[in-house]
């Protein structure tokens, strides 16, 4: 049995940029499924969904990235749910208030990161397929050092 290619056999990060790095699984919400807003608008997939943060009702919303860190942009495909493709990779910068006019019946997330693309990633955008198994947990983040 051949040992497969890992994520970073193509992106070639270093364990320090390892160190600061996130991946987001992106996958339906609110019946919506990031793959057809993928295909539809990349640039729309890239922001609203990557760099998302979700607003709470004691007003302290809660920060999963990080100024400085990196997040990746897996979106789950619909032919297997063990398949993941590549949208994104960005730097995240600083973190942006929630808008003022959201009301509390709107959608409780909204861009919460400043966000640059690393560019020199973008060959791999919507042609690299991951094959990940994610177990069930509380946030859309999770890393593994043997990626």
């Not at 270093?14 to 996958?27: G, L, P």
């Not at 590549?86 to 003022?100: F, N, Q």
């Not at 690393?118 to 990940?132: D, S």
């Amino acid at each position: 049995m051949s040992e497969g290619i890992k994520l970073n056999d193509l992106l070639h990060l270093t364990d320090e940029e390892i160190s600061r790095t996130k991946i987001r699984f992106m996958t339906n919400y609110n019946g919506t499924e990031p793959i057809k807003v993928f295909r539809r608008d990349p640039d729309e997939l890239n922001t609203d969904w990557l760099l998302s943060r979700k607003r709470n009702d004691n007003g302290k919303d809660a920060e999963h990235l990080h100024k400085g860190n990196n997040v990746i942009g897996l979106v789950r495909l619909p032919e297997n749910n063990d398949l993941w493709g590549l949208t994104c990779l960005k730097r995240i910068g600083d973190p942006l208030e929630c808008p003022k006019e959201k009301s509390e019946d709107d959608d409780p997330h909204y861009v919460g990161y400043e966000g640059e693309e690393l560019t020199e990633y973008r060959k791999f955008y919507g042609r690299v397929i991951v094959c990940a198994i994610t177990r069930t947990h509380d946030s859309p983040y999770s890393m593994q050092k043997d990626f």
